[in-house]
T-cell receptor, first 114, second 114 residues
Framework: AQSVAQPEDQVNVAEGNPLTVKCTYS??????LFWYVQYPNRGLQFLLK??????LVKGSYGFEAEFNKSQTSFHLKKPSALVSDSALYFC????????????FGKGTMLLVSP | NAGVTQTPKFQVLKTGQSMTLQCAQD?????MYWYRQDPGMGLRLIYY???????DKGEVPNGYNVSRLNKREFSLRLESAAPSQTSVYFC?????????????FGQGTRLTVV
């Protein structure tokens, strides 16, 4: 079975500082990893994905994520946080063997203070 | 281009009542999904349809039924609503069952069962 863990319920960071939102995963085959963002009263929006290739993936709104196979992690990062980045962030994984659906983590609330 | 459209946006039901949540996508996607979102639990898959004509159970299917009406539409039915089904429901679609395709989400339906 595949699973995702987001160990932090909330991350607080000051505007202009770098941010990291953590994600670890467990799958049987090769992982396909995704980050989504949810703003209040909205649906989830796709940010970026890792399928294969470079371990550093760049996505929307200046976000990037680093895939680390040995640590089974896919942490979301941004060099300089904006107040408008405040939202709920979800990590998700698909198992690379055969057809499988997305499994989501519980989400991490990111709060960026002015 | 509307993407994924869900109706209604809000609904209050009495215990035992039935209702159908509607979902339509205009992206010519093959796969569609229904998730529920509960505080502290992330998104959990209720049912999915990998392609037109097929439906499969997800993680939490009890109390729900689905119909893939055609390629565009995927409805979720609650036959006899229970307070435990109070949640925010999201419909999503993806290009296909391939592991590297991201899902696109609707705006959600906030359902309260009293």
């Amino acid at each position: 079975a595949q699973s995702v863990a987001q160990p932090e319920d909330q991350v607080n960071v000051a505007e202009g500082n770098p941010l990291t939102v953590k994600c670890t995963y467990s799958v049987s085959g090769n992982p396909y990893l995704f980050w989504y963002v949810q703003y209040p009263n909205r649906g989830l929006q796709f940010l970026l994905k890792y399928i294969t290739g470079d371990n550093l993936v760049k996505g929307s709104y200046g976000f990037e994520a680093e895939f680390n196979k040995s640590q089974t992690s896919f942490h979301l990062k941004k060099p300089s946080a904006l107040v408008s980045d405040s939202a709920l962030y979800f990590c998700a994984v698909r198992d690379g063997r055969g057809y499988s659906t997305l499994t989501f983590g519980k989400g991490t609330m990111l709060l960026v203070s002015p | 281009n509307a993407g994924v459209t869900q109706t209604p946006k809000f609904q209050v039901l009495k215990t035992g009542q039935s209702m159908t949540l509607q979902c339509a996508q205009d992206m010519n996607h093959n796969s569609m999904y229904w998730y529920r979102q509960d505080p502290g639990m992330g998104l959990r898959l209720i049912y999915y349809s990998a392609s037109e004509g097929t439906t499969d159970k997800g993680e939490v299917p009890n109390g729900y039924n689905v119909s893939r009406l055609n390629k565009r539409e995927f409805s979720l039915r609650l036959e006899s609503a229970a307070p435990s089904q109070t949640s925010v429901y999201f419909c999503a679609s993806s290009l296909g069952p391939a592991m590297n395709t991201e899902a696109f989400f609707g705006q959600g339906t906030r359902l309260t069962v009293v």
